[in-house]
């Protein structure tokens, strides 16, 4: 199945594998980071030691935004304790939310690259914005009923593209 808008640009294992210099070399200044599934594990609810790194290491080269569809303390919690803005509610994949967030971050959408673990959610919001979109996979098989409905979806799409994280050398 090909549909453009639904498929991502990238599609790494998890945020670990994002080369930032790769980034940068493709105009990219902010990052927006869904929070479920894709830093933060849906049946533990702590962002894992890694990611906590990973992140600082990100917000010192990058803008970082949250956009979470969850509307739960917890995801205005765990924004806060990382020190990163949330936009929460956001009602992904319509493109407000991500329009919202590029202006917190100063930037066209076109400068951000839109990090999730949903195609129909993260990636296609991204897409509708014109941001450089990364599909990463879910950090546990806890998910909400419908978004597991939508995996099976989801899978049919991504036949044929596999994981792509990038060599050392190719940078
Ligand atoms: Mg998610």
Redesign the pocket.
């Known amino acids: 199945m090909r549909i453009p808008l639904v498929r991502p640009d990238r599609y790494l294992t998890s945020v670990l594998a994002i080369e930032p210099h790769a980034l940068a070399s493709d105009g990219i200044a902010g990052l927006i980071i869904?929070?479920?599934?894709?830093l933060?594990p849906?049946d533990t609810s702590v962002v894992p030691d890694a990611f906590v790194a990973w992140l600082a290491e990100m917000t010192a080269r990058f803008g970082v935004c949250f956009v979470?569809?969850n509307w739960h303390e917890r995801v205005h919690e765990v924004a806060a304790e990382l020190g990163v803005p949330l936009v929460a509610r956001a009602v992904k994949p319509l493109p407000f939310a991500f329009l919202r967030a590029s202006r917190v971050l100063g930037l066209k959408p076109r400068q951000v690259a839109v990090v999730?673990?949903?195609l129909f959610?993260?990636v296609l919001g991204g897409n509708l914005v014109g941001a450089l979109t990364i599909l990463v996979e879910?950090l546990s098989r806890t998910?909400l009923p419908h978004?597991l409905l939508l995996r099976k979806v989801e899978a049919r799409i991504m036949r044929g593209m596999t994981v792509e994280d990038r060599r050392e050398d190719g940078l």
């Open positions: 869904d929070l479920d599934n894709t933060l849906r979470s569809n999730g673990d949903q959610t993260d879910p998910d978004t």
